[in-house]
């Protein structure tokens, strides 16, 4: 949806007519009805400034608008003045180094942004096709098995999608840090509905990393009303287009959680009186998601590659806001819980994460070749699993106890040590560039450590490392 730009009478004044928690009822004058997607400031004595954006024009003289700060007290007759201008986002450098809300506002105790900086409406389209550049390349993050399996692209979408606590802000966190090395841009983070708490971690985590005179952060937490949840992720966009456009500047835009985006979505859809649809969800989901992902797009002054994180309700994959979310992906990193239980941390699922970037065009036919020997390896020991629970290991024919064997240490041979997670596993965190990943994997594959003990591949860095732990392991 557009803001409609109808000429009409501004400054227009109005009136509250009726409040449901976060949606008002705004009255005006007939001529003077403010446009959907404008901005409605609601003249009150409340503890913040109110400002909503207009929804639905119910009749001629109402509008039905969405509140994007708390409204509680907010009573009838109270007056309302509409901006004549939807809702706008301060951009360029002013940003850098804080923390804002939806509206632009510092929440991280600093000084306030100039008020004559540049600011920009938060609804905007999308790129032309012409405008968007295609080129994708390879990240090397140095996460073993995202490397190998799930390629991040430079100006590409990737997304990590798992159910609760399977280590989802874990690997954002870790992504940041190691991204800190690799990426001279703007970054910009969005936190979008999650704890407040994770918003503190972020801060502290961005501030360690030394990269926040270059970070903007933007948050729309939990303890929000679902207007500032469902606009905050447009707000860091619009932040995000401003350092690609007007600086050409590359930006790394993360978003922790689309998932809470899409839920604000239906809470809002729910308050307006519209019905529902599959599952409960807004029946504008599809439209609402293409809003957010096709506005991030490189062009070809720069780049924007982003990395989201996707909670998966109940772990169900074919929940209608999650499949929506993997047809707009480069790359989709799918975390397990059943790794995840075992302790296979990054518990990132082998067979289920992919990239499009897995092209022998592009990786090249052996790294390509590679991972789908890795994956057929470990897909052949996932169908063996209930045999061997049932028979035992014994009973199995002699190529497959080698090829559970290797899968096994391939399994381990993936897990990695992050360093955000060094204070409670007691490891250090670990990079592996990506030919000591494709190395390590080919020589297990081809057998080198079936001899060696598993534990000796579990969260170490190269092949070397492992088998320093081995002859360690012999040795001791
Ligand atoms: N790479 C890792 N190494 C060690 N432990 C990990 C790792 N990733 C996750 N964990 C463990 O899993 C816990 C949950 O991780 P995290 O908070 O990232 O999950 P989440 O998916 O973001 O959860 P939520 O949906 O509740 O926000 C961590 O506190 C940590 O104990």
Redesign the pocket.
Known sequence: MQPSDAPRAVPSLGRVVAVHGSVLDLAFPKDALPALLEAVEILWDGPERLIAEVQLHLDPETVRAIALQASSGLARGVAARATGAPLTAPVGDAVLGRLIDVMGTPRDGGPDLPADGPRLPIHRAPPSLSQRSPKREPIATGIKVIDLLAPLARGGKGAMF?????????????LIRKMADLHSGISVFAGIG??SR?GQELWEETRASGVLDRTALVFGQMNEPPGARWRVGLTALTIAEHFRDAAKRDVLLLMD?VFRFVQAGAEVSGLLGRLPSRVGYQPTLASEIAELEERIASTEGAVVTAIQ?V?VPADDFTDPAVAELFSHLDSSIV?SRAM?AEGL???IDPLTSTSSLLDPLVVGEEHYRLAEDVRRTIAHYRDLQDVIALLGIEELSAADRLAVKRARRLQRFLT???AV?EA??GHSGVSVPLADTLAGCRAILDGVGDDWAESSFFMTGTLDQARARETEGKRG
Request: hydrophobic content about 40%; charged content about 15%.
């Open positions: 798992g159910g609760a606590g399977v280590g989802k802000t874990v690997l954002v966190m870790e999650e704890r994770e959680n994180a909670y975390l995840a941390y990054p518990a990695q040590p992050f997670t409670f596993t």
